[in-house]
């Protein structure tokens, strides 16, 4: 595709249940990460695939959360028994080069909010 | 929808005039570093990034400066235009390492 595309650009949860959110990266990008956006802060590094593994996990904040990524595309970040700080905007980025200091392109975002 | 703060600082320059943006970093093992704008309800847009074996780099009205001895980092935009209203972002990168980790965000308010 043309850019970096998130499914649902909106979710609203009841806390306890479990939530999905989607990334369909660049077409031909290998890298893909995932990044959490509070209100107030900046980016937090989630979770960072290279191709269909993931090297570095160390952001994700607990158990709760699991990302997979099939044929090297789409992603899906689950969060499980949602709670109240899950709500934030989660962002999915791409980058079209193995290397290590290449830009990464976001998407639009997943704003989740659990109420 | 928001994806910015109410507490963030805030830069308001005339429209036309040149802005500078600040960043600190506090980690050493820092190799590259990225700028970055949000607009409301969007995805960071990459703007400029710089090595750190460089201590600037131009673009298309945009200069980024780079000083490791104190850890510094500016972004500095030339003729500012409306458009250019946004919260910035700086981004570093650790050697060895994918992951970004991103400031807490300036924002950008231009005075037409």
């Known amino acids: 595709g043309a850019g970096v595309s998130q499914s649902p650009s909106n979710k609203v949860t009841e806390k306890g249940k479990d939530v999905e959110l989607r990334c369909d990266p660049i077409s031909g990008h290998t890298a893909l990460y995932w990044y959490r956006q509070s209100l107030g802060q900046g980016l937090e590094f989630l979770i960072y695939?290279?191709?269909?593994?993931?090297?570095?996990k160390s952001g994700l904040p607990s158990d709760r959360f699991s990302a997979e990524r099939t044929g090297g595309s789409v992603s899906t970040l689950t969060i499980q028994r949602t709670q109240q700080e899950d709500s934030a905007v989660y962002l999915c980025?791409?980058?079209?080069?193995?290397?290590?200091?290449?830009?990464?392109?976001f998407g639009q975002g997943t704003r989740l909010t659990v109420v | 929808g928001e994806s910015v703060g109410l507490h963030l600082p805030t830069l308001s320059v005339q429209e036309g005039d040149n802005s500078i943006i600040n960043c600190a970093y506090s980690n050493s093992a820092s190799d590259y570093f990225i700028w970055y704008k949000q607009e409301s309800g969007k995805g960071p847009q990459f703007i400029i990034d710089?090595?750190?074996?460089?201590d600037k780099r131009q673009g298309q009205r945009v200069t980024v400066l780079l000083n490791k001895t104190v850890k510094h980092l500016s972004l500095q935009i030339a003729a500012t235009q409306p458009g250019d209203s946004a919260v910035y972002f700086c981004a570093e990168k650790e050697t060895g390492r994918r992951a970004l980790t991103f400031g807490s965000g300036t924002r950008l308010q231009v005075q037409p």
């Open positions: 980025a791409s980058s079209p080069r193995q290397e290590m200091n290449t830009e990464a392109f």
């Open positions: 695939f290279q191709g269909n593994s993931a090297p570095d």
């Open positions: 710089i090595r750190s074996n460089m």
